[in-house]
Structures are given as C-alpha cells and as structure tokens.
C-alpha cells in the first residue's frame, strides 16, 4: 500500500442505460434496461430505476421483464458507448499518462503522476471532484462514482460505497476499519464457490477472513488464491496501475435460440468462428498466442478454456483445431446456448515455421448448417433512425410489418410517436459520421 490515497478508480453509473436515458429524452427517470431483447437475452446493464425492482446485470432478459414489465427494453448502441468511453478515457489520460482502463466505463488513474502539488487528502479530494464535473461535461451528463485509496483494491471498493454520482475518499491507515464489516465477496476473486467455501469454514466477513492463517487458507483454497486472498484482508495490494491502449483479444461468438446438442455442428460453429478471428488478425496484422473458447449452457453456465502456444499465430488452422480439441472436455449434453472463440496474448509478428513444414491452412471451412441466432432484426428496439420528414428518432417496437418510432434526441424534449410500414422507403438506419481517424483505418 501507499503512504497516500493516489490511487483513483472511476466508474460511470450505469453506463449503457445512462447513455441510452440522456440520448432519449423520454426515457430520463424511468427503467431502462440494455442487453438482448429476446427469449434468451440477457441484461447487460439496468438503470437504477429498473434496479430497484431487483433488475441486475447478468440476469436472462425473461426474468428481467417479469420484475419489471414496464421497463423499456433496448439492444445496444456500441458507437454511442464507445464515443462516451473515448471522451472519459482521453479526459483521464489528459490528467495522468498511468491509466488503466478496465472496460468501457471504468478505469484506474495514478495521481502520483498528476503533476498535483501534494498528495494530501484535501488535494486529492478536490482534484476527484473537479474530475468528477469535467466527466459530466465530456459526456453530455454522465455521472460518474470515484474512489480514492492506497491501492487498487481500496479504490474500487470506494467506488461502490455512494453510487450513483459519489465520491468516497479512504484515509490511508483507516482501511482495515473500512473493510472489516464487509462481507468476503467485498474481495475480488470471491465469487459463489469460494464464498460457500468459506461459508461452510465459518468465514462471513472481511474481519472473520483476517482472523485466519495462511496455511488455513491455502488448504482451503488453494495456494495461488489462499496468498491473494490472505493478504487483500489486510488490505495488503501493491499493484501498479498498468497503461494498457491496445487490443488485449480478438472474439467472434454467437448466441442461438434453440440450444445446440449436436457436436459436430458445435464444432463446424467453432471451425467457422476460428476463421473470422484469423482473418481480423491478420486485417490488423497482428497473432495470438492464447486460444479460448467461451460456451454458455442450457442453464446460463458459462464456461470457458484456453490453451497457449509456444509462439503467436494467425493461422485459422490452428485456432480452429485449438478450439475443437478445448470443446472435447466440456459436458454440452445438456445444450449449448452460446458458443465464442478468442485470441489473446497478441503480437504484431508471426514467428516463421523454422522446419519448414506446411499447415493446412488452404483447407475449406466445414459447410455448416446455422442454427438460428439472436441476431437483431432489421428494426431493433433503441436503435437510431432517421425518416425523410420527421428527422432522427429512435425505434419504439417494431413487429407484423409495423415499425414504430419515437422522434427525439439528446438535444430535443421528448418526441412523438409514429408508425409505418416496416419497408417504408422514407425509414432508414441512422448512422454517426465517419471521422477522418476511422476513415484512416
């Protein structure tokens, strides 16, 4: 731990229904949840007006809607997302070049870098509140929580103590305070089976964790995770806040509606997944050295492997066969909803077959009969659309050839409703402006 509270961790308050909310006038103040739309959807994130009705992220959309039916439900508008996360994280790399973005809508930020005259808590608090406006103002009236600590562990755990729109300082010395109440699951890296693990040993809280021995751990645990985990409820982490701006993996998935039971169409999928990695690699002139695969069961079980090679690669060959071997030890008898492939550990450099010998890289992918997949329809709830008469407006609901519209924007007051003829020729996709950056790339 540090002698200051210089570690800063920012989180925009429910990102994807914040944007969606200042976006869409209509929708300020009410429930909104984001994610698939469909039967076998699942939220990605809710407002805190849909919270309150016990909405959360992760949760099928099914269930989603029978807590709270009168919520607006939306796919996602990933170009408005990323413009808000491009604005929020060149604000904070403006104010220190250490910062760690750990999604879309959060990061670590070192103020050891800041260039602030002390490190004090006055100035560090008063620095979080400036930061906390000019957030606001960036993003057209996103609100952020911010967590100030000696490490990375405290500052996020900060950072959830006033949502939304808070800010919550740790004195360094009083952490142990902070954290002693809290339950286990406080502590990254506790999920459901080490929380019932612990449970069963007695172990509730941060104080109950703290009053038990490495050795104690370890064998309940394991030792990799019984050390972390020894040391967190001490408030003990000395991670530096690593910059990281490049690509960390490249993933195709895809999600379908009737669970898939068949092996050698799941591998096919697969197969055909591998090739579309392999091609945005070498597009972007990069290889991996990590495949994984990712499948989420019948039940919304999501498991996921991977296997490392000695060197990078971009050969669909390869990443297909890795993925199809990483399937073989699963149990999919139940049914498999979503099936992905990713490469991670990137490079931008093969290395060459120093024995020469040649890969099968010219075999033709399987013919694979696709089962059906969520893909949004033509008209999907939320997007962005614009019609010849009534300008820019978003999809209310579209269905048995009717798409409806609400005409409105981030800058107007909440717009009238029409419908017309889904094919109505007056009705188009609404798209943002390519910038001279992407058309660079």
Known sequence: MR???????????????????????????????????????????????????????????????????HAAFLTGRFHAYREASTAVMSLLRSVSPLVEPLSLDEAFVDLEQAGLPDLEVPTVTAFAEELRGRVSEATRGLTASVGLGTSKFIAKVASDLDKPDGLVVVPPGTEAELLRPMHVTVIPGVGPATAERL????????????????????????????????????????????????????????????????????????????????????????????????????DFTTLSRSSTLHSPTDSTATIARLARGLLTDLDTSGGVRLLGVGVSGLADWIQEDLFGETTDEAEEPPEVVEPPSTRRSTWAPGMDVEHAEMGRGWVWGAGRGVVTVRFETAESPAGPVRSYPEDDPQLSAWRPPVTEDEQAG
Do not use: N, W
């Open 3 to 69: 002698a200051h509270a210089s570690l800063l961790h920012l989180d925009l308050d429910a990102f994807f229904a914040a944007v969606e909310q200042r976006d869409k006038p209509s929708l300020r103040g009410k429930p909104v949840v984001v994610g698939g739309v469909g039967g076998r959807g699942v939220v990605a994130t809710a407002s805190y007006e849909a919270r309150k009705y016990g909405v959360r992220s992760a949760m099928s959309t099914r269930e989603a809607r029978s807590r709270c039916p």
């Open 199 to 298: 449970r069963r040993a007695g172990i509730h809280t941060v104080l109950d964790l703290e009053a038990v021995g490495l050795d104690e751990l370890v064998r309940l645990v394991g030792k990799a995770h019984g050390t972390g985990l020894f040391h967190l409820a001490r408030a003990e982490d000395d991670r530096a806040v690593v910059p990281e701006r490049e690509a960390k993996s490249v993933s195709v998935e895809g999600t379908y509606d009737t669970d898939l039971t068949d092996r050698r169409l799941m591998e096919g999928l697969l197969t055909r997944q591998a090739g579309e990695v392999a091609e945005r690699l070498r597009k972007h002139g990069l290889s991996g050295r990590t495949v994984s695969i990712k499948v989420r069961l019948h």
